[in-house]
């Protein structure tokens, strides 16, 4: 079992910056990719992010792309989503995942393993 407990979501104005966490405990985590989710009130989940175990690739949704960063500190069993230039259409519950298939994490979401309880971000105009 993982447990996955995210961090640092909050309130703040357009154009401004947030840094989620992701804090892993149980199983190794550097088994696990890791990814980042979000899902708006009345919207599906959606992808933002995802790493791969060693931190050796990053893949983003082209809404993020340029402006959100996601990282890993595999010594700290953290992951980080860097969150740059806010807009209000970010505002959502964000989720971190993980799971030892890059093809869960990435394509086939609903089969992921673990799933933290998510973190508000609300960004206002």
């Known amino acids: 079992q993982v447990r996955l407990v995210e961090s640092g979501g909050g309130l703040v104005q357009a154009g401004g910056s947030l840094r989620l966490s992701c804090v892993a405990s149980g199983r190794t985590f550097s088994d696990y990719h890791v990814g980042w989710f979000r899902q708006a009130p009345e919207k599906e989940r959606e992808f933002v992010a995802v790493i791969t175990w060693n931190g050796g690739v990053q893949n983003y949704a082209d809404s993020v792309k340029g402006r959100f960063t996601i990282s890993r500190d595999n010594a700290k069993n953290t992951a980080y989503l860097q969150m740059n230039s806010l807009k209000p259409e970010d505002t959502a519950v964000y989720y971190c995942?993980?799971?030892?298939?890059?093809?869960?994490?990435?394509?086939?979401?609903?089969?992921?393993?673990?799933w933290g309880q998510g973190t508000q971000v609300t960004v206002s105009s």
């Open positions: 995942a993980a799971d030892e298939s890059w093809a869960k994490v990435t394509t086939r979401t609903k089969e992921v393993d673990y």
